[in-house]
């Protein structure tokens, strides 16, 4: 008797802990939830390349938090970043050297991109990051995919203008 208790009980709390099957995705779901991801990550990095932060900016939800090597920043203080920069850069190029996307649900995703960030500065400075990483989590809202959490890492090396 003592033993049946134990199997039922077994039996419960691995059917109550294992995933319900409507609940899984199947690797087609998988990955055009990875290609709609990687998609914002391309339209945004365009958008970024051009100094369109507003553009930019619509791949980001307003509860959006962003943490650098020395801060935590809101999606307001982010917002006011992309609005500055165009008052000193001239001209920002990104190169992308690895992507990668993990889907978590259906309705969320996370994303580690490397590679290479060159800023050309209008003093005639030059700042390149490389390498430059940046850790996405993107949340579904709507039909869109939405970018709630970034963490960007990277050591910035600046040449000064006339210096080679």
Not at 17 to 27: A, E, G, T, V, Y
Request: aromatic share 10%.
């Amino acid at each position: 008797m003592k033993r049946n208790i134990f199997v039922a009980a077994l039996l419960i709390f691995f059917v109550g802990c294992s995933p319900q099957q409507s609940d899984q995705l199947n690797q087609q779901q998988k990955d055009q939830i990875t290609n709609e991801v990687k998609a914002v990550v391309d339209s945004a990095l365009a958008r970024m390349q051009r100094l369109d932060g507003d553009g930019a900016l619509q791949y980001y939800s307003p509860e959006m938090v962003a943490v650098g090597d020395s801060s935590i920043i809101d999606f307001q203080a982010y917002k006011k970043g992309w609005t500055d920069l165009p008052k000193s850069v001239a001209t920002m190029k990104w190169t992308t050297t690895q992507c990668q996307c993990m889907v978590l649900t259906k309705d969320l995703a996370y994303s580690s991109l490397f590679g290479k960030a060159e800023m050309l500065m209008k003093s005639g400075d030059k700042i390149t990051v490389d390498p430059q990483i940046y850790t996405s989590i993107f949340k579904r809202v709507g039909n869109q995919w939405k970018i709630i959490y970034e963490h960007g890492s990277g050591v910035p090396v600046i040449q000064k203008a006339g210096k080679k």
